[in-house]
């Protein structure tokens, strides 16, 4: 894919979940390095310092202006207060991108009631809050971009049971969708990326533990096996799609999603 500078020159994006639970190219950090490169200021959350300076070095490097901030994402007054100083920082919130998320494993029956609350609120009441805040500051300047991000899982069963993940996950593209019509009229659009099996930190970081034995290579032979492409993506294809739907050049597109999957959605269970 060829780079056009310039796609969100001049604009204010938020990104919410920007670190990564290990070295490398998360979702998160790739999509922000990714609209540094292209234009953007950045305004940077995540809960990890030592992963978000990460983020902001290599986001300054690609020669953007950039603020970070250490936040729960899953407490309102703490979105609230992150988005009103980036506002008072850098006069406007053009483009709010959801990126908090993580799954546990679990069916309904062995999953603690606890557990359930808190994946839904990691995965899909972030989503709520970071809209939930940024949509009166893009109403002040006549309109905004939010993209969110969801997972294929919300779309079908991908060989482990992760029940509270796959239903915030779906939560996340209807909630994404309802967003974007209802809003339509003030000009604020609102999207979903759809990740399917991607490669990036969390595979050795956590999902080895969770799901491969601690065997980081058969766990990774396996994901790529699922995928009709043969192999996983990465964080970069997520972040051009997200790039996409953040630019202007997708000013006519809301409340609808981008799958970034390799065809797995649409493949038979293997």
């Excluded at 920007?18 to 190219?25: D, E, K, L, T």
């Excluded at 790039?243 to 006519?252: C, G, I, P, T, V």
Aim: net charge negative.
């Amino acid at each position: 894919m060829v780079d056009r500078p310039g796609r969100v020159e001049g604009k204010v994006i938020v990104v919410a979940g920007a670190g990564s639970v290990g070295p490398g190219w998360s979702n998160g950090r790739a999509a922000a390095t990714l609209y540094a490169r292209e234009g953007a200021t950045l305004y940077l959350i995540d809960i990890d310092p030592d992963s978000l300076a990460e983020t902001k070095r290599l986001v300054v490097e690609a020669g953007a202006a950039c603020h970070t901030e250490i936040g729960d994402l899953t407490d309102s007054h703490t979105v609230r207060d992150l988005l009103a100083d980036c506002v008072t920082r850098f006069g406007r919130l053009d483009v709010m991108h959801n990126n908090v998320g993580g799954s546990a494993p679990g069916g309904v029956a062995e999953m603690p009631e606890d557990l359930w609350d808190r994946q839904i609120e990691f995965n899909l009441k972030t989503v709520y809050l970071g809209c939930h805040h940024a949509i009166p500051h893009m109403r002040e300047t006549g309109g905004g971009a939010i993209v969110n991000l969801a997972s294929v899982a919300g779309y079908r069963h991908i060989g482990t049971p992760i029940n509270a993940y796959a239903a915030a996950k779906a939560g996340v593209v209807q909630l994404s969708r309802a967003i974007g019509v209802q809003y339509a009229k003030e000009k604020i659009r609102c999207n979903t990326v759809v990740p399917g099996l991607m490669h990036t930190p969390l595979v050795e970081a956590r999902l080895t533990k969770q799901r491969g034995n601690n065997d980081a290579e058969a766990l990774i032979a396996r994901r790529h096996a699922q995928v009709p492409m043969g192999h996983m993506g990465d964080a970069w294809d997520i972040a051009y799609a997200a790039l996409f739907l953040a630019s202007d050049e997708a000013k006519y597109v809301t409340a609808t999603e981008i799958v970034v999957d390799g065809g797995l959605v649409m493949s038979a269970p293997i």
